[in-house]
């Protein structure tokens, strides 16, 4: 199986407008081997949803994943 690794930068996150909605967040990810890595798309869900895809693809992948989330420093 190839090492290809994933990075996922949070772009940014939105408040729900609707007060049972949870807050949404916009990801860009970036997949490829080594050092080069391209542009693989950009995927908006909620923070539970975000949470419980980055749990799953850590459990299987382990440090092949990457977050960047430049809105927590």
Do not use: C
């Not at 996922?8 to 050092?35: C, D, H, Q, S, W």
């Not at 693989?40 to 539970?48: D, F, K, N, P, V």
Request: without cysteine; proline residues 1%; aromatic residues 10%.
């Amino acid at each position: 199986m190839a090492d290809y690794r994933y990075r996922f930068t949070i772009l940014g996150r939105y408040p729900a407008r609707l007060k049972e909605n949870e807050t949404a967040l916009t990801v860009n990810v970036l997949a490829g081997m080594g050092e080069h890595l391209t542009y693989a798309g950009t995927l908006t869900m909620t923070e539970s949803e975000w949470t419980h895809f980055v749990e799953a693809l850590q459990l299987s992948l382990g440090e092949r994943v990457e977050i960047d989330d430049h809105h927590l420093h």
